[in-house]
């Protein structure tokens, strides 16, 4: 996806102190934290310090305008990438296009992912590894923001093609 966390190492170099200064007063601000605090603890204290190390924290209490990043390109074919290196094992990762998180689709995607490669009763353990043969490790995962997500299933194996029909 075309959403960098962070930036390129050349966008962080270009930053200017101003620049960084207002991306801390815009974001991080009272009505935009969560503060979550655990263990035994004397309540009153508590919320004494929280006050007296943030309640003076400027906050205008507008709704903040978030930049969603550049439109992903649509995709009309099969994408695929090859790179060659002194490698003992084959690293097949396999991804799809998903809706965003607040989809119902992205609960189920969220399922799936716990059944093809969470614990070793997975499907891409039990099966496609144990039973099979054809991977010696494999997971899967949802990526999933506001508006867009993707769905990816990761291995590793001496046996590629093979592999990629097995998980498929």
């Not at 170099?13 to 979550?36: F, H």
């Not at 209490?61 to 649509?74: F, H, L, S, T």
């Not at 494999?138 to 592999?163: C, H, M, R, V, Y």
Request: no cysteine.
């Amino acid at each position: 996806m075309r959403r960098w966390r962070i930036g390129t190492p050349e966008g962080s170099r270009a930053l200017t102190r101003d620049e960084i200064v207002g991306y801390v007063q815009k974001y991080y601000r009272p009505s935009n934290i969560i503060l979550s605090i655990a263990g035994r603890l004397d309540i009153e204290e508590t919320i004494a310090e929280v006050v007296k190390l943030y309640g003076n924290i400027p906050d205008d209490g507008k709704p903040i305008e978030r930049d969603n990043g550049p439109a992903e390109p649509e995709q009309t074919a099969v994408r695929y990438s090859w790179q060659l290196g002194p490698i003992e094992q084959n690293h097949v990762a396999l991804g799809f296009h998903t809706p965003g998180f607040l989809t119902d689709d992205a609960r189920a995607l969220e399922v799936l992912a716990a059944i093809l490669g969470e614990g070793r009763a997975s499907i891409l353990n039990q099966y496609v590894r144990d039973e099979k043969g054809l991977i010696t490790s494999g997971s899967a995962n949802l990526q999933a923001f506001q508006n867009l997500g993707f769905f990816e299933i990761d291995f590793e194996t001496a046996k590629p093609l093979e592999a990629q029909i097995g998980v498929l």
